[in-house]
């Protein structure tokens, strides 16, 4: 006879990995947290920020391509581990051109124009490529045809290195704003449920004030409060979506309490502490988990909104919602793509949580 569990987690996770939308959602959401680790290494322009502008190939559409001088940067190596995952802070200069000569002593290129007439001319002599001996060798070690997969934005920046580099952005601030909220949340949703009477009346109180504040202007009055900055954002964005936790904490308590086993451990002397850690959130913290995938969405969507205000993460770091900000009025201007694609991004990501929070709910639900 085959041997069934009855464990309540199997039985969760088996129910989670027949839905297909949960699975994938969930393997999309891996994929992006590797890109995000790793988004330096994937990137094609790894400088800090992916700032590397060439303003002569501004708003180019996807797929341009362009002849490229790579002129090596003359100071010290970095840190091999900082530059893989942090970005090069020094990095060669890259002249966008149309034609280049190959000189005695050096050689003389004409910059990129994209009307087709003759761009500036600038020479640069043998001694500037510590590669090469000759002149001759020049355009095979640093003239290349670089491709700009996602086209470039209004500075020239390469759009894929910055979607690529704007990933951490948005999953930091969901992690950490969620983090913040279940810490708040969790406890003074417990403590309400559990003690009742005027510590839950003091927390309810607080609970209601808080609900009643509009969420972006709360975020807004936080972070000019804290002051603009990346870290700032996060702490505005938990500090305000810790309401809906509290509550449903509170009344997950309030219904758990009530059970003999919790009646027991108070009879055996336990410490309200270890009741309400070790006996009653454990059995209470199922909606909260599906509340933690819908306020991930939330706090990727409001992140989004504060950079596209100019409140969120400050230029020149990547963001999202920063993309769209700078683009918005290129939709109207023949070049859509340059909101569109950031705006994709986040929807894609934003949908994701909701589809991993509807997979928990039915994997969760004792009913089915």
């Given at each position: ?6 464990s ?16 994938f ?22 400088s ?75 020479e ?6 510590s ?10 070690q ?23 580099i ?28 559990y ?63 009530q ?22 959130l ?7 988990i ?17 950079s ?46 909701m ?9 969760l639900?004792?009913?089915?």
């Amino acid at each position: 006879m085959k041997y069934t569990s009855t464990s309540l987690t199997k039985l969760a996770l088996r129910k989670f990995r027949k839905n297909f939308w949960g699975v994938f959602s969930l393997s999309f959401l891996i994929l992006c947290v590797l890109t995000a680790i790793f988004a330096y290494a994937l990137a094609p322009d790894d400088s800090k920020n992916a700032n590397q502008m060439h303003l002569s190939i501004h708003s180019k559409q996807p797929g341009f391509k362009v002849q490229m001088l790579t002129i090596p940067s003359v100071v010290e190596q970095e840190n091999g581990f900082s530059s893989f995952f942090l970005g090069k802070k020094n990095v060669a200069t890259e002249i966008p051109i149309n034609s280049f000569d190959i000189l005695s002593e050096g050689i003389a290129i004409s910059e990129y124009t994209s009307d087709g007439t003759a761009g500036l001319q600038k020479e640069y002599p043998l001694s500037v490529f510590s590669k090469v001996t000759s002149s001759e060798d020049i355009p095979k070690q640093y003239i290349s045809e670089k491709k700009f997969l996602l086209g470039t934005d209004k500075y020239g920046r390469d759009l894929l290195s910055r979607m690529l580099i704007g990933i951490r952005i948005s999953l930091a601030i969901g992690f950490v704003a969620v983090f913040i909220s279940l810490v708040i949340g969790i406890t003074l949703g417990a403590i309400a449920g559990y003690f009742g009477g005027k510590v839950d009346a003091a927390i309810m109180w607080l609970i209601n004030v808080t609900w009643s504040i509009p969420t972006l202007l709360l975020v807004i009055a936080i972070t000019l409060a804290l002051g603009k900055g990346f870290w700032q954002v996060f702490i505005a964005v938990g500090l305000t979506m810790w309401v809906e936790v509290a509550r449903v904490v509170r009344g997950q308590v309030m219904s758990v309490k009530q059970m003999q086993y919790v009646t027991a451990a108070r009879a055996l002397g336990y410490t309200d502490f270890r009741i309400i850690i070790k006996h009653i959130l454990p059995n209470a913290l199922a909606p909260v988990i599906i509340i933690s995938a819908a306020n991930f969405a939330g706090a990727i969507l409001i992140e989004s909104g504060l950079s596209f205000l100019g409140i969120g993460a400050q230029p020149p770091m990547p963001s999202w919602g920063g993309i769209i900000k700078d683009h918005y009025s290129y939709i109207i201007l023949g070049k859509p793509y340059l909101a569109v694609i950031p705006g994709l991004a986040i929807m894609s990501l934003v949908t994701a949580f909701m589809l991993i929070g509807n997979a928990l709910r039915d994997a969760l639900d004792v009913k089915t």
